[in-house]
T-cell receptor
Framework: EDQVTQSPEALRLQEGESSSLNCSYT??????LFWYRQDPGKGPEFLFT???AGEEKEKERLKATLTKKESFLHITAPKPEDSATYLC??????????????FGQGTELSVKP | AAGVIQSPRHLIKEKRETATLKCYPI?????VYWYQQGPGQDPQFLIS???????DKGSIPDRFSAQQFSDYHSELNMSSLELGDSALYFC????????????FGQGTRLTVV
């Protein structure tokens, strides 16, 4: 069964304190791995798509990496406005998958000034 | 840039009533997904449509139905509402289903009383 597990569930950082969020996945065949940011009561906001092991993507203070079993979202020198829940999701290959995303439980990040 | 539009943003219904949620995808996006997100939970896939045909089906109750129309907008119809149906309902759209990123709307918050 396709599955996504994120850790930690919650992370509290001081402003400027770099850290990483983990996303472990089990999927029959990976079509893509997606990172989203979600603010309370809002829709998930797309951040990155990774397709193959070794791939890296960067955007401002965020950098996403991918291996065959997990992905990391590195946050460098975070600011309070980076506080949000970060969701990892996978899209599997295979007939009739329809492109649905299988989400992890998310990591709730809090950055204090 | 145009985003995914959902309406209404908030909806309050009584038990056993019917609700209809609407989703207008990003222009030129041919695929629509529906997700349900309970409090503190990750989004759960309900159903998806590609080129007006159902492409995948997840944990959608039999009381719910959905369709995609000729202009690519989609509607989620929910009947015999239960208290447990209270949640955020998100629509997402993408161009095709083959690993392209899905962009989410701001969601409809359904409260069943």
């Amino acid at each position: 069964e396709d599955q996504v597990t994120q850790s930690p569930e919650a992370l509290r950082l001081q402003e400027g304190e770099s850290s990483s969020l983990n996303c472990s996945y089990t999927v029959s065949g990976l079509r893509g791995l997606f990172w989203y940011r979600q603010d309370p009561g809002k829709g998930p906001e797309f951040l990155f798509t990774l397709y193959s092991a070794g791939e890296e993507k960067e955007k401002e203070r965020l950098k996403a990496t991918l291996t065959k079993k997990e992905s990391f979202l590195h946050i460098t020198a975070p600011k309070p406005e980076d506080s949000a829940t970060y969701l990892c999701a996978v899209q599997a290959t295979g007939y009739n998958q329809g492109g649905k995303l299988i989400f992890g439980q998310g990591t709730e990040l809090s950055v204090k000034p | 840039a145009a985003g995914v539009i959902q309406s209404p943003r908030h909806l309050i219904k009584e038990k056993r009533e019917t609700a209809t949620l609407k989703c207008y995808p990003i222009p030129r996006h041919d695929t629509v997904y529906w997700y349900q997100q309970g409090p503190g939970q990750d989004p759960q896939f309900l159903i998806s449509f590609y080129e007006k045909m159902q492409s995948d089906k997840g944990s959608i109750p039999d009381r719910f139905s959905a369709q995609q129309f000729s202009d690519y907008h989609s509607e989620l119809n929910m009947s015999s509402l239960e208290l447990g149906d209270s949640a955020l309902y998100f629509c997402a759209s993408s161009r095709g289903t083959g690993g392209n990123q899905a962009f989410f709307g701001q969601g409809t918050r359904l409260t069943v009383v």
